[in-house]
Every structure is written in structure tokens, then in C-alpha cells.
């Protein structure tokens, strides 16, 4: 049998896992319009459950564990598991989705992204880090089908996956509760009338889609083994496969992922042979994915279907920036005596939180005044960061042209992630840059051809004849460096708030709140959203390049996927709509100071990504306008009732208010 036949065939197992998930995606969306990035994460820790009963017979919960007397066999063991998984999904929908049904399509990919985060580190939490490959389920060897051998175990997962797409089709096509659950889909109101809970249907999608999900990869991973980090984003190539049947088409996705699925393991063969250029070697099938995207994207982004909803839904506010002096000069001043005061890791910290909160103010920017939701800002980062060292150590650029350099590479960049922006927006947007950041992380940082893994050096930055290196012999983190990294955030930082409180962050806010009004009132939309993209990412790679000098020597570990996530998670738990809310972000952010103090005085490290997980989800439902804007809601509210004239005061006389432009209504997929 040809080489290339063979590895069709045996990447059939990671297609079937693709195809079930995407199915999964596609009932979901169908069922509440949410694009469910926790998809993979959710059904990984059923998979989990199955090989912890199966090796100790020992039911493995979020909080505590249940002995069941030893090791259990398989169809006990699944079926366990499916009883979990449909909790699981049921409890997914009740507590982070049922309350944002009405929510814009930010707060529901944030929820979505805190579940994804809060999911893979309870795996990590509570089963471990190590891959694991459980005992074999379904029979293995090979066969032969119409004179061609095949893997059988490959074969039986892609009839598995076929048997579960057809299932689902019949579920939605003949069903009661099935075909009121698509016409939920085009009418709520109208299903409301009809006597039917969205609610209900919609719990039953998800604790179907969560437990089918889980037994899949639990019948998969004894030929692809088990690991958190992959099945989190297994959710990429499940997203593109589902946006080719445009979030629709439950037979395209199936038959597209078992392909997709197949072409990658054909690709993998194709990288062991000699003329095989070296620099594609690594990652390259990371990279399938996101280009499928793309290309779902571009051809059927304006025509993906919109679920129906009851009536409008407000963005999270937005506050213009005001320059007051005192406030700066005493946010300044304490940043200075921080630095001051601290040494060694807690010096660290705090410089990582100044450089943060720049990252943080590429998401305020990008997202809370555009509207745009990009998940590749740490990517971006990356590219400045990488590009530094080649600048410095190659090239021998001076400090600060070789910053300014490195910015403008990640700004270019971010031009071209912007793109699709013209054409997409909304949760659909969320799934370009995710994949861009996966395919980033795979395809060039991990790449020793591109980042070679002993290389990417930093030469240390001076200026002046002052040496602003971050670390010597005795220190650390040097109070220079830390001074530098404080007053290049200060300065981007005020410009960035001079240009937002003036007509570009108008501007801005009038494309976030109707595309389509600000179109009609003589705005550009197409070019305003390239130059949000652009100004976003010359931040994040102002960011990157600082954390490269901060470093000395550049790692993929500085700027994975989940860090990235992360990231959104605390620029939104902070205050996506504010600069205030980019500096606390900053200051709870990974590897910022509070981490350290977790990490130092507490030894809660391990917990952050699963608090940040939590809070996230919690935020988006509770308070959208993140900790920064319920701060400033209550001082409001205070100084308005200190205000508050006495009884039988005449009433103050003074202008009416303005309507608060950064307040909008989010459009509906088909642009109204």
C-alpha cells in the first residue's frame, strides 16, 4: 500500500475527533449562537475521568475524589463518563451561558474563553502534566477494505464520528424538541409562544455535545494519547472545519474534518523527506487550520447564520480618558517608589506589570473602543520580540530605534491580522486571531529553523552612554531598566489617551457602537478598523520588545496561546473600557506583581490561570465594565449623592447632559 494512503487513513482518528467537535460547535451555535471555545477543554476532562477510573477506579471531581473500590472495566467506566459529561455541559450552560443569552457577542467569547481557561487548568490541576496514553478500547491491528490495508482502529472512530453526525442530524431534523430548537434559532420569541424553554433546549444541546465529545476522545485517545494542551486547541481545527459548513452544515463539517484530519498526517509524512524544505518542518500542521479559516471566512463570513434574539443589547461602557495632572504624577510617583523599594523577583514583578499594562492598552484600545475582539495581541508581541533579537544581534540597531523597529515589524503584522476585520467581526473575528495565535506558536516560535531554541539573544539596551541593561552581577532587575520600561509605557500610554479622547476615539467608538450609521455618516469603517489594528499592535510590539530586554533571550514560553488568553482574561477582568482598567489589569496580570505575591508569599501560582478562568466568566456576567469601572461607579455614586441638594433647595440650573456616545448597540450578523 502506498506511504501516503497509509497516513490518509490513520489520521482518520484525529478527523473523527475534529468532525465530533466540530458537530458539537455546529448544535451549540444552533442552539444559543455562542461559539463555544471550551469545546475541546470540556470534553478532554471526560476523557480524563475515563483512564483515571479505569487505572485506580477512583471518580476524579473539580473539588475531592470518590474511591469506587478499584479498577473498572470499560462499559461501567463509559458510562460513568457520559453521566459526566452531561453534567458537565448542562452545568457549563446553567451557570456561564444562560445568563448571557441576551449579551453581546464580547461577553459571551470572553465567558467562553474563562470556561476554556478555567477547564484546561483543572486538567493540569488535578490530573497532572504528564501525556498520557490509556489502554486500548476498540479493537486495533489492520484490515483490509477493498484491497487497500487500513488501520482499524482509525476506521472505527471515523464510523463513530459519522454514526454521531448522523445522530444529531435526525436530533435536529425529526425531532420535536430538535426541530424547535432551529426554529429557536430564527424566532426566540415565536419558540416562547409556542410553549418551549430555550433554556431547556439549549441545556439539552450542551450535555449532549459535552458527554458525545467525551466519548470520542476517550475512544481516540489510546492512539493519540492525552494531553491538555492539545485537546484545548483542538477546538482550532474543529472551528474550521464547522465555519466551512458555515455553522450550519453538519454533514460538510463531518466529512471536512475527517479531510482535514487526514491532510495533516499526510503532511507530517511529507516532512521527512529529504527535499522537504527544513523551516516547514516544525509546525507546519498547526498551520492548516488556520488557513482553512481564512479561507471558510472569506468566502462565507457575510453569510454565516445569526440566531434570533430577544430584543437589543448594550456594549460594555466606555470611558473617555482625562488627562488630570495630579492623578498621573501620583500614579508615576508610586511606581517610582515601588521600584525604589523592591529587589530581586518582586522588582521583577513590577516592572512585568508596567510592561503589561501596555499589552493590556492594545486590548482597551482594539477592543473596548473598536470593538474588534482579537485573541493575538501576545502573538504580536512575540513577532516584535523575536524581531528584536535579530535587530540587535544581527543588524546591531541602537536602543531605541531597535524598539521602534521591533514595534513597527508587529504593527505590520497587525495590518494584515486586521484584514478579515473588513469582512468579519464579532465571536467570528475571536476565531481568526485564536488560530493565528496557535499557528504562531507552533509554526515560528517552536520553530528552531526561524526562533532557534538556543539563540534568540537580546543585546542589552543603552542610551547616551547610560546603560539600561535589566540585570548585572549584584541585581536582578536593575533600577535603570525599570525606570526606562516605566517612562516608554508613560509616554505611549498619554498619547494613546490624548488620541482617544479626541475624534479618532470618537471615531472608534461610533464604528463599534453601528457599523452601518457610522458608514452613512461619511466614516471610513474598512480603514478605521486597519488603523485600530495597527496602532493596537505597534503597543503590544512596543510590549513584546521591552519583554525581550527584560529577558535578555527570547523563549516560545513568553508568548504561548493560553498566555495570550490569559491575557484577555485580565484585561477584561481589569476593564476593557478604560485606561485605569489596562493599569490594574497590569498589576494582576501573569508574571506581574500579584502573581509573584501569590507565587512568594502564598504558593498559589498554580491556581492563577483556573481564579483567572472563574473570574472571567463572573465578570462578563456580572460586571462587564470590569473592576477598574465599578470602581469609578461607586465613586460616581458617592460624590452624586454628596452632591445631592438638601431638601427644599432650588434646583441647580445648568446644561442638559450629553448622550454618552460610547454607549451602542451591537449589530446583528447580518450587519442591521
Known sequence: MSPYLHFVILGLAAGSVYAVLASGLISVYRATGVLNFAQGAMTAWVAYVFAELRVAGVLVLPVGKIDLGGPMEVLPALAICAVVGLLLGMLAYVLAFR?????????????????????????????????ITPAQILPSGSTTVLGIGADVTALYLTAIAVAITLATWAYFRFTRLGVATRAGAQDERALRLMGHSPDRLAGIVWAATTALGGLTITLAAPSI??????YMYAVVPALAVALLGRLNSLGVACV?????????????????????PDWAVTGLQEAVPFLVIIFALFLFGDRMPARGS?????????????????????????????????????????????????LCLSYVLLTGYLGQISLAQLALAGTAGFALSKLTTEWHLPFPLSLLAAATVAMLFGVAVGLPAVRIRGSQLAVVTLALAVTAEAFVFNNPQLTPLSGNQIASPSFLGLDLSVRDATE??????????????????????????????????????????????????????????????????????????????????????????????????GGIGSLSGAILAGIIGPLGIAYVLLTQSLGLGQYYNLVAGLSLIVTAIFNPIGMAGATRTMVDRAAGYLRRPSPGAPPAVGKMPLLDPSIGREESADGH
Open 256 to 276: 471536512a474534518g475527517l479531510a482535514l484530519g487526514s491532510f495533516q498526517s499526510v503532511v507530517t509524512l511529507l516532512t521527512t523527506k529529504p527535499w522537504w
Open 99 to 131: 445568563p448571557l443569552r441576551r449579551a453581546p457577542a464580547l461577553a459571551q467569547v470572553i465567558s467562553s474563553i474563562g470556561l476554556m481557561l478555567a477547564m484546561q487548568a483543572l486538567v493540569l490541576l488535578r490530573f497532572g502534566t504528564d501525556v
Open 476 to 573: 536582578v532587575t536593575r533600577v535603570g531598566f525599570c525606570l526606562m520600561a516605566l517612562l516608554v509605557v508613560a509616554v505611549i500610554g498619554l498619547l494613546t489617551a490624548q488620541l482617544l479622547r479626541g475624534v479618532t476615539g470618537r471615531v472608534f467608538l461610533a464604528v463599534r457602537s453601528n457599523e452601518r450609521a457610522a458608514a452613512s455618516v461619511g466614516i471610513d469603517v474598512a480603514r478605521t478598523k486597519l488603523v485600530g489594528f495597527a496602532l493596537a499592535s505597534f503597543i503590544a510590539g512596543v510590549a513584546g520588545a521591552l519583554i525581550g530586554y527584560s529577558r535578555g533571550q527570547l523563549s516560545a514560553d513568553s508568548f504561548t496561546a493560553i498566555g495570550g488568553l490569559s491575557l484577555l482574561a485580565i484585561a477584561y477582568l
Open 310 to 358: 430577544l430584543g437589543e443589547v448594550e456594549l460594555p461602557k466606555v470611558t473617555l480618558p482625562k488627562l488630570r495632572p495630579l492623578p498621573v504624577a501620583a500614579t508615576l510617583a508610586a511606581a517610582v517608589v515601588a521600584i525604589l523599594l523592591t529587589t530581586g523577583n518582586y522588582r521583577f514583578g513590577i516592572v512585568t506589570s508596567i510592561i503589561l499594562v501596555l
Open 225 to 230: 494519547g492525552l494531553n491538555p494542551v492539545v
